[in-house]
């Protein structure tokens, strides 16, 4: 058993803005700490001997030593602890990188982020620009550190249907349902009514036969509730993509983005639904 927050400084991974400890509901204050406070992917590396964790606030991978198996893990100090911070994509601006999913796979740290295109909502333009949505995987090598550029990225602007099957028809997809990517909303009211506001968290990451598997997960989901006061009941539309590996064996290759049912050499011939 680890206990994070007591080897994790006070305050290490940001200010904790719920202004209402014993009262979740009207708590308003933390919802623009969705994504952006605490901890969040967690991942231990091959032999056990390192935890190694995400710290959403300063952006950095932070590796805990156990102790070498196979002995009881060693109870970590504050000497155990390192950190390494992401680095930040060209296209991006820095304060919009933002990371979450870590995984490791033959000794190798992945770490998933998303440009989260926040700079770009301004008064005139407060549901910002989509077409800066990005998803990244960075790689980092124990002993090494990150490697400078993403092994793999995509833009998040793509399309996607309703967010609610219930109301998969045109005229209603598109003015209240759209499961359409946004940018990260810091303030409820440009989103509010809506009960679906889509904004994109890269929260897990797994590796199949050496194709990248990513799961995004709706950051609107986490900031709206049931029955909260001023707050919509939202409908969460997350999404799960694949990126097959170019050439088959060759990490170095890198990943190509499925396309129309089709990953690498593989296509797939989804049922159509006549009901």
């Known amino acids: 058993f680890i206990d994070l927050n007591a080897l994790f ?3 290490t991974a940001g200010v904790n803005f719920h202004a209402r400890h014993n009262d979740y509901a009207p708590d308003l204050s933390a919802y623009d700490a969705v994504g952006k406070t605490a901890l969040g992917g967690l991942a231990m590396s091959d032999d056990e001997s390192t935890l190694y964790a995400m710290n959403l606030a ?9 102790g070498a198996a196979p002995a009881a893990p060693v109870a970590p100090g504050a000497s155990s602890l390192t950190h390494t911070p992401l680095p930040a994509p060209k296209d991006c601006n820095a304060d919009d990188i933002r ?10 740290v992945y770490v998933g982020a998303v440009c989260s295109a926040e700079s ?4 005139s333009t407060p549901k910002g620009d989509a077409s800066q949505l990005k998803a990244y995987v960075f790689a980092y090598t124990p002993g090494s550190g990150f490697a400078a550029a993403p092994v793999f990225e995509t833009p998040l602007n793509y399309p996607r249907h309703c967010a609610d099957r219930a109301f998969n028809y045109p005229q209603t997809c598109t003015t209240h349902y759209s499961a359409l990517w946004n940018p990260w909303q810091p303030d409820i009211k440009n989103a509010y009514p ?20 990513l799961g995004l997960r709706d950051r609107y989901g986490d900031q709206t509730g049931h029955n909260v006061p001023n707050v919509p009941e939202s409908r969460s539309a997350g999404d799960v993509l694949r990126a097959c590996l170019t050439i088959p064996g060759n990490y170095a290759s890198g990943w ?20």
């Open 194 to 213: 809506s009960t679906v506001y889509p904004q994109p968290m890269l929260t897990k990451l797994a590796f199949d036969n050496g194709d990248l598997i």
């Open 99 to 108: 990371p979450f999913a870590v995984t490791v796979y033959q000794s190798m």
């Open 9 to 11: 400084n006070v305050r």
């Open 58 to 66: 300063d952006r950095n991978l932070y590796s805990i030593s156990l």
């Open 120 to 123: 770009t909502i301004t008064r």
């Open 256 to 275: 190509a983005l499925e396309h129309n049912g089709t990953c690498g050499d593989t296509t797939i011939l989804a049922g159509r639904d006549t009901g």
